[in-house]
């Protein structure tokens, strides 16, 4: 399943997918209802246009901004990443997926009304963090997947999430292995403990000797002073905060940063 996903997604081998990050939508306590939705396109096409002009592999789209995150969004959440996706969706050149922290459903369902390829979330296991008692039903979302025909809709399983601690006591490659078995995923990611940190390179190691036909993605905290070591071990990575102006999550993606940092990756591809 491994190289079909590469063939028929991505296309390239260890790809890079670059978020562009929503402001705080309508519903959210950051939302800026005097910039208005018209403005947060101007930005998301700026970002689009950055990542393409950098070189990179593929996009993902994601409400990082509205902070608090849930675990389940309200439906203007739903609409609002929805109709953003759909105005600039003529101007990607790539492949795209969808986020829609922290609600896998609602991420199914802007993924099918988009025409996304991929999409990233928790769908497995239960944490405590800043957001309280974090449970999840991977059973009930695959069916709901299942049942608006979103089939082909490739899974990224976040299975060590940001901002919380996991109730296992088990080891990562035993969750790792469990969560192939039971939960069906198509793609693995490892996350440090919050957006921008690293996991340490031990992790992903375990991961892949774990599950070593899945293919297996750095989640978070990529950059040039690790990607050398990282996507060695690793597939593929998502990237945000590194490719943003000064490595600041909430600025704009800055084309040099993505330039220079994909430049690395096409060494890397060849050795």
Excluded at 95 to 100: L, R, S, T, Y
Excluded at 179 to 188: K, W
Excluded at 204 to 232: C, H, R, W, Y
Aim: aromatic residues 8%; proline residues 4%.
């Amino acid at each position: 399943m491994s190289n079909e996903i590469i063939k028929s997604i991505f296309k390239i081998n260890k790809p890079i997918i670059g978020m562009v990050h929503f402001k705080a939508l309508p519903g959210s306590p950051l939302f800026n209802d005097k910039e208005g939705i018209e403005n947060m396109l101007i930005l998301i096409n700026k970002d689009i246009e950055a990542l393409q002009d950098g070189g990179i592999d593929a996009i993902m789209f994601g409400n990082e901004n509205d902070r608090p995150y849930q675990t389940k969004v309200s439906e203007v959440t739903i609409a609002t990443m929805s109709y953003l996706i759909g105005r600039v969706r003529q101007k990607i050149k790539v492949p795209f997926g969808v986020d829609v922290l922290y609600d896998p459903r609602a991420t199914i369902a802007v993924a099918k009304a988009t025409g996304a390829s991929f999409i990233r979330e928790v769908f497995t296991s239960v944490f405590a963090g800043d957001i309280g008692l974090w449970n999840t039903s991977c059973g009930e979302v695959l069916r709901y997947r299942d049942a608006i025909k979103g089939n082909n809709i490739i899974t990224m399983y976040n299975i060590n999430a940001e901002f919380a601690s996991t109730l296992e006591t088990r080891p990562i490659e035993l969750i790792a292995k469990s969560v192939v078995f039971s939960s069906l995923p198509d793609i693995l990611l490892i996350s440090g403990s919050m957006t921008g940190d690293i996991a340490a390179a031990s992790y992903i190691e375990k991961v892949k000797k774990a599950v070593p036909d899945i293919l297996v993605f750095i989640n978070t905290g990529l950059n040039l002073n690790n990607i050398s070591e990282m996507l060695q071990i690793a597939d593929g990575a998502i990237v945000g905060t590194s490719f943003k102006k000064d490595g600041i999550t909430w600025n704009p993606i800055d084309k040099i940063r993505v330039i220079e940092l994909m430049e690395k990756v096409k060494k890397i591809r060849k050795l």
